[in-house]
Every structure is written in structure tokens, then in C-alpha cells.
């Protein structure tokens, strides 16, 4: 890791019972990396919710690249895949599919179910809006935030706080 990687880690991990809060960092900083570490430190059942199939891919790619964890204990949830493992990564949109809207999530209940130590909002961002916000109800002893920005057209940044944690650590773009 370096300094700053480890410092967002520490920061983030706190007590190291229990952590909330949101992490920014500028693009190509190691996010995933520190997500790694934090998972690391946590040693815990993990969601990862991210924005599309491919960073799912990618999510699962560098969990196989830069840990010991073995393709049993990472999950993919998907429209392909329906896995639920120790590690389990994640679409926000696969969560909160619906055939309209009167009816329930029907993969979000298997979520809620399931003892989360850790889940990770990747491009937490997102969240604040009305389609994703009701993934903020999946509990965890621990929710963690990744982000390059906050900034939001709608202007509702701030729910990224209240939903996930506040803003534990922030590096400038410089």
C-alpha cells in the first residue's frame, strides 16, 4: 500500500470493531485497493455493489490478482450469475430490479437475509439516487464508500453521509 492508501485504510477502520464513512479519492488513486485492504483488515462476509457488469468483472479480477482468496470464495451476482459467497460482488441495478413497481425486489431480499460484515459502495455517488437509495437498507456492521467525486447534478451529495457514513478520508485531485 502506499502512505496514503494506508492512512485512507487506517482512517476508515478506526477502532477496527466497526467502520462507516466514505473514502475520496482522485481516478487512479488504488480505491480498489484500499477496499482490498479494508476487507483484509475486517476478515469478514463482504458485498461489493458496483455500477455495471464490467466493473464487477474487474472487481473480481483484481480480488483473485492481489489476494489469496481462491474463485470458491468470490460470487458473482449477476444477470448471468446468481452466487452468493464470503465475497460477493454486485450490480446496484441487479439489486434493485423489479418487474414494475408495485412489486418487491425480489433479488434484494436474498441481500437482506444474508449477515454482511462489510459492504462496499463502489462509485458510492450513485447512491443518493431514488432507484439505489433503498440498497442503503442491506445491513452491515460495516459500509464503506469509494468515490473519485461527490459532486452530483441533483445536488444531494450530503445523502451519501447519512446513507453510508461520513467523509473519513479525502485527497485532492493535485
Not at 455493489?49 to 472487481?59: G, S
Not at 480480488?63 to 450469475?81: A, M, P, V
Not at 441487479?94 to 454482511?116: V, Y
Amino acid at each position: 500500500l502506499r502512505n496514503y492508501q494506508k492512512e485512507a485504510c487506517d482512517t476508515f477502520i478506526g477502532d477496527g470493531k466497526s467502520g462507516f464513512g466514505t473514502l475520496v479519492l482522485p481516478c487512479g488513486s488504488g480505491k480498489t485497493i484500499i477496499g482490498i485492504a479494508v476487507m483484509e483488515a475486517l476478515k469478514t462476509n463482504t458485498l461489493i455493489v458496483t455500477t455495471n457488469i464490467a466493473a464487477v468483472h474487474q472487481w473480481i479480477y483484481e480480488l483473485l490478482d492481489k489476494t489469496d482468496l481462491t474463485k470458491d470464495q468470490i460470487g458473482e451476482y449477476s444477470g448471468d450469475r446468481k452466487e452468493i459467497l464470503p465475497i460477493t460482488v454486485c450490480t446496484y441495478q441487479i439489486l434493485t430490479w423489479r418487474k414494475d413497481r408495485e412489486s418487491d425486489f425480489p433479488h434484494f431480499g436474498i441481500f437482506r437475509e444474508r449477515d454482511w460484515g462489510l459492504i462496499l459502495y463502489d462509485e458510492v455517488h450513485v447512491l443518493p439516487a431514488p432507484v439505489f437509495k433503498v440498497t442503503a437498507e442491506i445491513q452491515a456492521i460495516s459500509r464503506l464508500g469509494l468515490t473519485a467525486t461527490l459532486i452530483r447534478e441533483d445536488n444531494r451529495e450530503d445523502e451519501v453521509f447519512s446513507l453510508v457514513g461520513p467523509k473519513r478520508y479525502d485527497v485532492p485531485w493535485k
